[in-house]
């Protein structure tokens, strides 16, 4: 679960085979609450044919990208991950046509190789809260505008963890235990939950423009009640357990592990009749030179 890939970089989440099929299957409930779309509309998308995507774990978002595109061949697409337990076979992605996308192992806290610097159009993050401290913000930034042609945009994503909570009140306690551990033990790792918002701060402060911020939630969207349910209980099964260990709440991750399937079933009972409000926040920016 929870591992440290080096002394310097610590991650929550796991990275075996059950956590790769949950990042692919969220990677469908995220586009459904974006409004099926992967890049935001205050980016013109005719412009956008060279694309990176850091810390891009199984590469979904880069695949889907190809996928949806009229003319997948015409693009140059390359995604970086600080790990390649998550990549296919070979380190690329092939599609149907034939067109393959390259996935590189890459710290994104380290400068990239000079043969992608000022070579994309687009640079797309999402989710990386679960191995950035906040002091890896400025660093992650400076190093993904040196990916950016001028004028080339970055698309960041990030879930709110902390205001997970659903539309019934009073909050059910298993709700405020998981939200509580998850936010204690990345502080205490010295990572840093506050994503979104900081997100936000550093696009400001990094020397983009046009920026532009949106918050996707589930309010009101009583059609995602069944996957949004799943995708917490998901999210919780993963953080939760190495949330516990970190904060010595349970001895192992499988007494942990136990202890959180208790926490995911009430939650999971109390969704029968409420709606799970997640909140993603997307910032952009142009790189104006
Ligand atoms: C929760 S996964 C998200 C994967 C993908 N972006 C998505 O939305 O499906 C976070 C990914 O960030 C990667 N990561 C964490 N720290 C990193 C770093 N310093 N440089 C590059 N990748 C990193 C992890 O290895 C993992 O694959």
Known sequence: MG???????IYLLGRDEAETERLN???????????DTLIHPSIPKDTISAVADIGTGTGVWLEDFATKHPDPSSLDLHGFDISPAQFPTAHEIILAGKTRIPLSVHDTLLPYPPEHLG?????????LTAGLKQGDYTVLLKNARSLLKPNGYIQWEEVDTTSFCTNKTPELPAITTMRNTVIDAMLKLGLWPFAPQTV?????AGGFQHIHRETY???????????????????MRALVPPSMVALGKAE??????????????????????????????????????
């Open 200 to 204: 936000y701060d550093e696009i400001c």
């Open 252 to 289: 192992n991750e499988e007494e942990a592990r136990r202890k959180v399937d208790v926490l995911v079933g009430e939650f999971e009972e109390h969704c029968k009749d409420a709606l799970a409000l997640v909140s993603l926040g997307v910032t952009v920016g142009q790189r104006i030179d």
């Open 3 to 9: 591992s440290h890939s080096s002394d310097d970089n």
């Open 25 to 35: 299957k969220q990677h469908r409930f995220l586009v459904a609450i974006s409004g």
């Open 217 to 235: 939630t589930t309010e009101g969207k009583e059609h995602v009640h069944g996957i949004v349910t799943k995708w917490v209980a998901g999210v």
């Open 119 to 127: 070579r994309y159009d687009l640079v797309h993050i999402r989710l």
